[in-house]
């Protein structure tokens, strides 16, 4: 059966610049300035077909909010991958969980030279005063915010093709922080940090002898958090290509969950703990109370999520999506007690945002806004956006039938009363007109506030940011 949500997994290559999308509502005069996001905007090339939701090619898209309009443009990002893709009409470039189909001579070639996609496609950073398309390979991707156009690959590292990096940087006092993964005769997990105008620079480091897939870390004032999942890889089967990306990894719940802990300042380790076997792409908020560590992980009992992406699986079965779970770790770094977590949120999530400005700052911080699956429902994708209250355990939902919600994307009012005065802006496919449109959410009441219609579908995104004009 022909799922709901199709549409949001087709290819559409059309590039648009339209100056005022069609609004229903009354945007917050407040709100000026640009979401930029970033996800796939084809899975095909020719008639090759890619096969996971992160193997699509990188498209970026603009929403820029200015006196009561919003203006739209989408993009290809102009990388290697999208331009051989093009012009050969095949799959050149290996992606998370595709490569393309080689010949025995290019098998060889391969295996000293992988052409490791260039396409960076899953989020968009601010670094150092530079827009920046970020993917999991260590080859960002500069572009013009006014444009679009690409300006060229940005990289933290010296051997950008032996490590990966995580998506997710932290960017607070003028420094942006990052963990790369190398992968060689020794591997190592590496904390880069890169202060504004300066070189990157290697804040702490960590041998290991099969690294995990990785998609996040927690920071705390004091801390930095590495958690090694047991979703783990012999290194010579990433360097030497053995099969697509992700496929290499291996989960060995026997390993349990190591957490590592590396003083910010020093870079030195710590402590070191062992939980329960789990997996996660995202941390949410780290703080301290005193000698305690407190950090928030949407986490599922194993890495069955990334198969339920695979794209043969999302369009056939009704299978439901695996749901993500807020867990509170607790980690007293005075004493010797063990590690303990607490579940905060019974709805199932995933794609979490929160306000940023209270990221590590206030353990009192309250709210975490994402995609969900809905309860009574039975889909494979998300088709709700939810904010979860921290404190009551409760919480709001945004639901409309057909309707397929990309993450939600907080931005605070600026002369706030409270953490959750502000907007929360979405992608949401609508299946039944064919289209997608930006929500935009009061964030206090969780309820519609304005729509913004786009005359084509957007494909299902994965993340984004809004900067102020200024
Ligand atoms: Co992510």
Not at 48 to 73: C, P, V
Not at 320 to 341: E, T, V, W
């Amino acid at each position: 059966m022909r799922k709901a949500y199709q549409l949001g997994f087709a290819n559409i290559e059309d590039e648009l610049v339209i100056d005022k999308l069609s609004v229903t509502g009354k945007l917050p005069e407040w709100v000026e300035g640009t979401l930029f996001r970033n996800g796939p905007g084809m899975f095909k090339a020719g008639n090759q077909d890619y096969r996971h939701w992160f193997d699509g090619l990188s498209m970026l898209h603009k929403f820029s909010f200015k006196a009561g309009n919003i203006s739209y443009a989408n993009k290809f990002l102009q990388c290697k991958a999208y331009h051989e893709a093009k012009e050969n009409n095949r799959i050149s470039y290996s992606e998370f969980a595709t490569d393309p189909c080689y010949s025995l001579f290019d098998r060889v070639k391969e295996i000293f030279d992988p052409k490791i996609t260039d396409s960076a496609k899953v989020n968009v950073a601010r670094l150092g005063g530079k827009f920046v398309a970020m993917g999991e390979p260590s080859l960002q991707m500069e572009f013009d915010p006014d444009t679009l156009n690409s300006l060229g690959v940005y990289t933290y590292d010296d051997k950008p093709k032996q490590h990966i990096t995580t998506v997710h940087p932290h960017e607070v006092d003028n420094e942006v922080i990052n963990l790369t993964t190398r992968f060689g005769r020794v591997s190592s997990y590496r904390f880069m940090s890169r202060p504004e105008g300066e070189n990157p620079q290697l804040i702490a480091s960590h041998k290991v002898k099969e690294p995990a897939y990785l998609h996040s870390f927690g920071l705390s004032p004091s801390y930095l958090i590495l958690t090694e999942f047991p979703y783990v890889v012999n290194p010579l089967k990433i360097l030497f290509h053995a099969k697509p990306f992700i496929e290499n990894y291996v989960w060995k719940p026997r390993r349990g969950t190591r957490i590592f802990i590396f003083n910010r300042k020093n870079g030195t380790l710590v402590k070191q703990f062992e939980a329960d076997p789990f997996f996660a792409f995202h941390h949410i908020n780290a703080f301290e109370r005193g000698e305690e560590l407190y950090f928030d992980i949407v986490t599922y009992p194993d890495p069955e999520i990334i198969q339920s992406f695979y794209l043969d699986r999302i369009r056939s079965e009704g299978k439901k999506l695996p749901g993500g779970q807020i867990r509170r770790f607790h980690a007293d770094m005075a004493g010797n007690k063990d590690i303990s977590y607490r579940i905060l949120s019974d709805e199932a999530i995933e794609l979490p945002r929160f306000d940023y400005e209270h990221y590590h700052m206030d353990s009192d911080y309250r709210y975490v806004y994402s995609v969900g699956v809905n309860k009574a429902g039975n889909n494979s994708f998300y088709d709700q956006v939810v904010k979860s209250d921290l404190k009551t355990e409760q919480a709001k939902i945004w639901h409309e039938k057909n309707c397929f919600p990309g993450e939600p994307v907080f931005l605070a009012n600026p002369n706030r009363k409270s953490e959750d005065d502000g907007v929360n802006l979405s992608v949401v496919l609508d299946e039944a007109n064919g289209n997608s449109f930006l929500l935009i959410l009061d964030s206090v009441t969780f309820t519609e506030i304005a729509r913004a219609v786009i005359p084509q579908p957007i494909l299902f995104g994965y993340h984004g940011n809004f900067y102020l004009n200024n």
